[in-house]
């Protein structure tokens, strides 16, 4: 059985930061591109960024907005999937959720981890 | 960049009834990356259905879905008491993620 479990989330004060872990099981973690979709209180979804396998690089895509001050990244050893989050905005108040993104489609999502960014 | 509506924003229907749910794309898309999603409280949000008419992997066969273009549907018939949840339709093209406003369907 897939799962993806985040851990990292909290309050933290606007201009700091966190980091985001997903710890991946059930599935050959270095053959995925991997993600984090997330969303905002009562807000829709936003696609966040993806890291490709290490065999293509283990190279990384970020939105514009979070582009210089998110940076994703994968540990193979561990099966994990890391978000390190800088510089953070009160609009980055949002779930993160874990994905793995097969074919331009997100198969597997973790329960998501709460991040809140407020003075 | 492509923008996804759906329709309607909610749904009140009763167990046993048929949802249809409607996802338009802002101009056509490529259907082999049109997919859907369920979200409810507390779970995983899961993947339903991919190349907009393939259903995921241990998904019900009461739940499929059509369409291409810019026009794509969502149905699920004889609702189940679980089924009641928000579902999203999300979109792949030029490396960008696109997802739909979703629908909420409540229990009527």
């Known amino acids: 059985e897939v799962q993806l479990v985040e851990s990292g989330g909290g309050l933290v004060k606007p201009g700091g930061s966190l980091r985001l872990s997903c710890a991946a099981s059930?599935?050959?973690?270095?053959?995925?591109?991997m993600g984090w979709v997330r969303q905002a209180p009562g807000k829709g979804l936003e696609w966040v960024g993806r890291?490709?396998?290490?065999?293509?690089?283990?190279?990384?895509d970020h939105i514009a907005p979070v582009k210089g001050r998110f940076t994703i990244s994968r540990d193979d050893s561990r099966d994990t999937l890391y978000l390190q989050m800088n510089s953070l905005k009160t609009e980055d108040t949002a779930i993160y959720y874990c994905?793995?993104?097969?074919?331009?489609?997100?198969?597997?999502w973790g329960l998501g981890t709460l991040v809140t960014v407020s003075s | 960049e492509i923008v996804l509506t759906q329709s309607p924003g909610t749904l009140s229907l009763s167990a046993g009834e048929r949802a249809t749910l409607s996802c338009r794309a802002s101009q056509g898309v490529n259907s082999n990356y049109l997919a859907w999603y369920q979200f409810k409280p507390g779970q995983a949000p899961r993947l339903l259905i991919y190349g907009a008419s393939s259903r995921a992997t241990g998904i019900p066969d009461r739940f499929s879905g059509s369409g291409s273009g810019t026009d794509f549907t969502l149905t699920i018939n004889r609702l189940e008491p679980e089924d009641f949840a928000v579902y999203y339709c999300q979109h792949y093209s030029d490396s960008v993620f696109t997802f739909g406003p979703g629908t909420n369907v409540d229990i009527k």
């Open positions: 059930g599935f050959i973690f270095s053959n995925a591109w």
């Open positions: 994905i793995n993104e097969n074919w331009g489609r997100f198969e597997n």
């Open positions: 890291i490709r396998r290490e065999t293509e690089g283990a190279t990384p």
